[in-house]
């Protein structure tokens, strides 16, 4: 199993590999987004002011979406919901958080969403592909139990079986599934990016639709899934995204105002 260890412990201060694992996502994800962004003329100054308010509503929303869901623990242990270093953020609330900030920002500066959604998305399935690595080393977000035979099988690396060896048992890799699924997302998307046939709201809907499959199949194998009654959340809210990705695909279809991106 990994160790939990933070990879550097000054005593006064730590750092495990889940916070810089994040760090890196969202600032990969962010220089990704801005030159992204600078490419169709859009003010440097106002694409970073963006991120950086919707960073830190992404990480708010993680963070109350998933106590919402764990609200029989939290309303036990109140104190507890500031307690983020602990753990417990969730990518659907975190996606939640920042839209609903990058709506009121677009519309407080009159830019289009669909457009800005565009430049951030690209930075966004990469950072999430990046992030998913952190769940490896807290050995979380894995699948059901397992063999160590089955897992050679499936020709991984040897330090990701190793990984998967928690408490005793072997597990389901399925962060590293998700985290391949993003990575290709990702590639795909620096490749429709510069085709003549792409406009405006094609990334965002494939995103939509690519991280909204992926993530409702993946969810069926998680054994810490947050719960609505008997339904897993992740997967109600990723039919939703693939529903979206479709409509809004769509929209850009027919909307001849949305110029092909260069």
């Known amino acids: 199993m990994i160790t939990l260890n933070p990879l550097i412990n000054l005593g006064f201060f730590e750092v495990h590999w889940y916070s810089l694992l994040l ?18 003329d859009i003010d440097e100054d106002v ?17 109350i979406y998933y106590v919402i869901f764990n609200l029989d623990y939290y309303s036990m242990h109140v104190m507890e919901i ?11 609330g975190g996606i939640i958080g920042a839209l609903i900030f990058i709506y009121w920002y677009c519309r407080k500066y009159k830019i289009n969403i669909i457009k800005i959604l565009d430049f951030i998305v690209v930075g966004l399935i990469i950072a999430q592909a990046i992030g998913r690595w952190g769940n490896f080393f807290n050995g ?8 160590l035979s089955f897992l050679k099988n499936l020709y991984l690396p ?18 590293f599934y998700e985290s391949l699924w993003c990575f290709i997302g990702f590639i795909i998307l620096l490749i429709l990016r510069k085709q003549n046939f792409t406009k405006f709201g094609y990334l965002t809907s494939f995103y939509l639709v690519w991280y909204g ?14 719960m609505f009654f008997s339904f897993k959340i992740a997967q109600i809210v990723s039919l939703f995204m693939v529903v ?11 909307n001849e105002k949305y110029k092909k991106v260069k």
């Open 23 to 40: 760090c890196i996502a969202i600032l990969f994800g962010s220089f990704l987004a801005i030159k992204e962004s600078k490419r169709h």
């Open 47 to 63: 694409m970073t002011n963006l991120l950086f308010y919707a960073i830190i509503c992404g990480i708010i929303g993680a963070r």
């Open 82 to 92: 500031f307690a983020v270093w602990q753990g417990g953020l969730a990518i659907h």
């Open 140 to 147: 979380e977000a894995h699948g059901p139990q397992t063999t």
């Open 158 to 175: 040897d330090f990701i079986i190793k990984g998967m060896f928690i408490n005793g048992n072997y597990y389901i890799p399925t962060f």
């Open 213 to 226: 499959i992926c993530r409702f199949f993946i969810e069926s194998f998680r054994t810490d899934s947050l």
């Open 244 to 254: 979206s990705g479709i409509c809004l695909f769509v929209y850009s279809k027919k």
